[in-house]
């Protein structure tokens, strides 16, 4: 979610992004699993970016019709529904050619993908291995476990990705099962970055607190690595950090946009 919301920032946000992984490009690493659903989801994520423009403006047309179709016909010694119909039709083309000029200010990423060329120039040799078809087998079973039993990460998927592959259901554990390989081969620990922050990664905040890494998957990080330690934190928090840690200051403007994009129902709007 974190690479996928590149295409959904102004392009100066997009940009101070990609700086800030520039400047600590020793130290990025993706799991291959996050490789795997950045590429097989990035099509849809724009098809869903071209076509909203394209819905706005069909949207208008259907709310002028649903608003004057039962007043066609009706006389009223006082209000004219000509006249209101004209105002509305005037206030849906100039609304229109609003909606035009921005969207012509959109990147083309359909043809020039600046996302796609720069990420694969900044995590060239920084992807993970993928799990041979065997061990995938033997996370879709130890998933389907966990998932009943409400352990994290990932169940909160089951719902809405049930009738889904079996890579995309359990997407999360495996992506959870790489970083674990990778510290534990590495020796090295982990700063999480995720913009998903259902239940099954976080446990609940009490009010004006940050939320934190559930319990049980920080205990199982260091069981399964010898002791390394992860951290895991949304984006817009570790943004923060680094400016307070690392120096590497990132304007509070974008930081406000990523946290709006984060908490965004994008499914909800393209539904």
């Known amino acids: 979610n974190v690479l996928l919301n590149l295409y959904r920032y102004t392009v100066a946000t997009r940009d101070e992004m990609f700086e800030v992984m520039r400047a600590h490009n020793d130290r990025i690493w993706i799991p ?73 200010k959109d990147p083309d990423y359909i043809h020039n993908d600046v996302v796609w060329d720069t990420l694969t120039e900044l995590f060239d040799g920084k992807v993970g291995d993928d799990f041979s078809e065997s061990d995938l087998k033997k996370i879709f079973a130890e998933g389907k476990a966990r998932y009943e039993s409400k352990m994290p990460p990932g169940y909160c998927d089951l719902k809405e990705k049930k009738q889904e592959v079996e890579r995309r259901l359990y997407g999360d554990l495996i992506v959870w099962k790489q970083t674990i390989a990778a510290s534990k081969t590495q020796k090295k620990d982990v700063v999480f970055i995720t913009d998903d922050v259902k239940e099954d990664w976080y446990g609940p905040a009490r009010s004006g607190e940050t939320k934190r890494a559930r319990v ?56």
Not at 71 to 80: A, E
Not at 88 to 103: L, P, R, T
Not at 231 to 244: A, K, M, R, W
């Open 32 to 104: 291959y699993q996050v490789g795997w659903e950045f590429f097989n989801n990035k099509r849809s994520i724009l098809d869903s970016i071209d076509k909203f423009s394209k819905d706005l403006k069909e949207n208008l047309v259907s709310q002028k019709e649903k608003f004057m179709n039962p007043l066609m016909g009706v006389k009223h010694p006082y209000i004219s529904v000509e006249k209101i119909e004209k105002l509305y039709s005037e206030f849906c083309a100039s609304v229109s050619k609003k909606i035009d000029e921005w969207s012509e």
């Open 216 to 271: 049980e998957l920080i205990k199982e990080f260091a069981g399964c690595t010898d002791g390394q330690r992860i951290l895991l934190y949304n984006q817009d928090t570790f943004l923060y950090y680094i400016g307070e840690y690392l120096g590497t200051k990132v304007h509070k403007k974008a930081r406000e946009e990523v946290k709006e994009v984060s908490l965004y129902d994008f499914d909800k709007m393209m539904s």
